[in-house]
């Protein structure tokens, strides 16, 4: 059975930061690349970064230069850094692989940036 728990979220400032964590169980970590995706509301699930077995990245550009995504293989885990947030970050955070398995969407972790 494959897991995909993410935490870490909350409600923080603009300009704030948060670290975003995803657990993953089972064979999804052996996907050569994962992501973290996000869902505003109203607004269609999208890509915010990805990371490779080897730890090659990709970054949205609305993301570029304040988001940092990271994976340890040894503790299947994965990553989000997020710096200068802003507003239009609110929404709800996934991981999954990329391109995602739709089975295994997880909860998410809801970000909310407001002051």
């Known amino acids: 059975q494959v897991q995909l728990v993410e935490s870490g979220g909350g409600l923080v400032q603009p300009g704030g930061s948060l670290r975003l964590s995803c657990a993953a169980s089972?064979?999804?970590?052996?996907?050569?690349?994962m992501g973290w995706y996000r869902q505003a509301p109203g607004k269609q699930r999208e890509l915010v970064a990805a990371?490779?077995?080897?730890?090659?990245?990709n970054h949205a550009d609305s993301v570029k230069g304040r988001f940092t995504i990271s994976r340890d293989n040894a503790k299947n885990m994965v990553y989000l850094q997020m710096n200068s947030l802003k507003p239009e970050d609110t929404a709800v955070y996934y991981c999954?692989?990329?391109?995602?398995?739709?089975?295994?969407w997880g909860q998410g972790t809801q970000v909310t940036v407001s002051s």
């Open positions: 999954n692989a990329a391109p995602p398995l739709p089975k295994y």
């Open positions: 089972g064979s999804i970590f052996s996907m050569d690349t």
């Open positions: 990371v490779g077995r080897g730890g090659s990245t």
